[in-house]
Structures are given as C-alpha cells and as structure tokens.
C-alpha cells in the first residue's frame, strides 16, 4: 500500500513580505490593545468595538490567507526536516487564532445584544488579551521560522 505525505517549509521572502506590509491589521490590532487595556472614559462603545473586532478578523483572515498562499510551499523540492515541522506547526495555527477571534467577536456581540450569557466587559478584555499574546508569540515564531530559512539558504548557498 502506497502513503502519500505531505511536507510544508516556508517561503521566507514573501513571509517577510506579507509580515512588513500588513499595516492594517498593525493598526487594528494596537487599536483593539489599547481598547482592552484602558478602562477609563477613552473606552469605544460597545457597537464600535464590535465592527472594530470584525474589521480585525477580516484582516486577519486576508493576513493568514496570504501567508499560507505564498509564504509556505507544500510539497518543496528541497525540504529541511526541522524547519518543515515548525512550518507545519505554525501555519497549523492559523485556524485556532482564526476561531478564536470569531469566539471574541461573539462574546461582544452577546454584550452589545444584552443576550442572557453575556460576559462581563472585563472578561471580554482578558479574552481578546489572552488571544493576542497568543497571536504575538505565533508572529515571533514566524519571524524566527523566516530567519532560520534565510539562514538555511545562505549557508547552502555559500
């Protein structure tokens, strides 16, 4: 019986790409830490945060869609076995950040609607900060998944 597997390993240039030039979702996402970390008058209303969180998973989705698009090669001729499982590591990622972003948006949205379940605002805040510090520590990784590709190739190359 034959076994088909498949590898994943990364495209450090057009990761690195994608990673400077993401401006938007930069933009939303210091807005929405700022947001969850003051909890005086500066606070947006309940709605704005709501299109805001929206607006975020949109570019989110765009950024992951990118990513997995031209920043990761299934399937790569020449594969490095370390760095083809952090690859698949992290581009494994993007969907459970991608889901709970939806969950945080849901979680507002039942605030903004005054549903029966609705969480406290604050738990709101500590899920969208516990889901961020998960969101930097998976751009990190990339970030170093992008170094240790360049430096891969240099050293093959030289």
């Known amino acids: 019986m034959a076994v088909l597997t498949s590898t994943l390993t990364v495209n450090a240039a057009f990761l690195a790409e994608i990673k400077e030039e993401d401006l938007q979702l930069r933009k939303l996402l210091n807005a929405a830490v700022r947001d969850a970390s003051d909890t005086g008058a500066e ?8 299109e805001m969180y929206h607006a975020l998973r949109d570019q989110l989705a765009l950024h992951f869609a990118l990513e997995d698009a031209y920043g990761y090669f ?5 594969e490095t076995p370390p760095l083809s499982s952090m690859a698949e590591r992290l ?18 949205e039942c605030i903004l609607y ?3 379940n609705a969480l406290p605002e604050t738990d709101l805040f500590e899920a969208f900060m516990n889901f961020y510090g ?11 998944l992008i170094a240790t590709a ?3 190739e240099i050293c093959t190359k030289g």
């Open 134 to 144: 998960i969101l930097i520590e998976h751009e990190q990784a990339e970030i170093e």
């Open 150 to 152: 360049l430096d891969n």
């Open 114 to 116: 005054r549903e029966y």
């Open 74 to 78: 299934h399937d790569a001729i020449d």
């Open 91 to 108: 581009s494994a990622q993007h969907d459970s950040l991608f889901r709970q972003m939806c969950d945080i948006i849901d979680a507002a």
């Open 43 to 50: 606070q947006i209303k309940m709605r704005d945060r709501v």
